[in-house]
């Protein structure tokens, strides 16, 4: 497992919260083509409403993308093993 973090995510999160992820790799605030690099060695992908779900979708890798107050219906990362999750 790895995180991959962007701007609005170490904005937003707390530090107990990435405390309790540094036991595993980081990756922060990346350029595109390292993060292309990235999702080519992924698995799959976990993320939220963002166009690195988007990506990892159009990779044809496994995603969930996690929805909060956008419309999942409407704006969900399309490929062949995309899911989406509207909390």
């Known amino acids: 497992m790895v995180f991959l973090l962007g701007p609005a995510e170490k904005e937003r999160w707390k530090g ?33 409403d963002s166009g690195i779900s988007h990506l990892a979708a159009g990779m044809a890798k496994s995603v969930l993308a996690v929805f909060g107050p956008t419309n999942s219906v409407k704006f969900a990362p399309l490929g062949p093993k995309s899911e989406s999750f509207q909390d």
């Open 16 to 48: 107990n919260v990435i405390q309790s992820i540094e036991k595993y790799p980081i990756l922060s605030e990346l350029p595109l083509t390292q993060i292309l690099q990235a999702l080519t060695c992924a698995d799959g992908y976990v993320g939220n």
